[in-house]
T-cell receptor
């Protein structure tokens, strides 16, 4: 089992560029999440998907869109990147115990 | 008051020491509690769930105090490999989804 995988690991964008962060899990979990982590802020939920075909906003959704392509995959898109979106992005899923396995993260720098 | 608060530390302790972290939460209806550890530049990983009666996993003991609304993590016989940031996670009942709040984390450095 690979668990939760994410691509890319690192990305540098210029302001206004777009990109998609990919996430996949092989644990047959229904729920998947996108978080961002900033120094001193803790992990904040951007979007979540409770099941295939559904997505909803979390705490900080502005500037992002998501797609739950199938049960395995949940992508995060930045349509027009801004310096405030410089962060580390983590994808996670949710197991039956409530614990969330995380992907290895994507470090994004927006210049 | 923030929903989940932790002492950011850093806690610098010698190998073999016992160290304890506390985490306070504001919503008295919270039901699920977890401790995660996060190594530098890595993803958070589930360390242990916290049960009402308290639970132990090797050198790690988690406790829940509902009356005072805090959870604790005790690490005995600290190892160098325990150096990490420890995140307290609490669910937020009443949300339309399975919402959890991550604390900002407590940094631990175990020194030789």
């Amino acid at each position: 089992n690979a668990g939760v995988t994410q691509t890319p690991k690192f990305q540098v964008l210029k302001t206004g560029q777009s990109m998609t962060l990919q996430c996949a899990q092989d644990m047959n979990h229904n729920s998947m999440y996108w978080y961002r982590q900033d120094p001193g802020m803790g992990l904040r939920l951007i979007y979540y998907s409770a099941s295939e075909g559904t997505t909803d906003k979390g705490e900080v959704p502005n500037g992002y869109n998501v797609s739950r392509l199938n049960k395995r995959e949940f992508s995060l898109r930045l349509e027009s990147a801004a310096p405030s979106q410089t962060s580390v992005y983590f994808c996670a899923s949710r197991g039956t115990s409530g614990g969330r396995p995380f992907g290895p993260g994507t470090r994004l720098l927006v210049l | 008051r923030k929903e989940v608060e932790q002492d950011p530390g850093p806690f610098n302790v010698p190998e073999g020491a016992t160290v304890a972290f506390n985490c306070t939460y504001s919503n008295s209806a919270s039901q699920s509690f977890f401790w995660y550890r996060q190594d530098c530049r890595k993803e958070p990983k589930l360390l242990m769930s916290v049960y009402s009666s308290g639970n132990e996993d090797g050198r790690f003991t988690a406790q829940l105090n509902r009356a005072s609304q805090y959870i604790s993590l005790l690490i005995r016989d600290s190892k160098l490999s325990d150096s990490a940031t420890y995140l307290c996670v609490v669910n937020l009942p009443g949300a339309s989804y399975d919402k959890v709040i991550f604390g900002p984390g407590t940094s631990l450095s175990v020194i030789p």
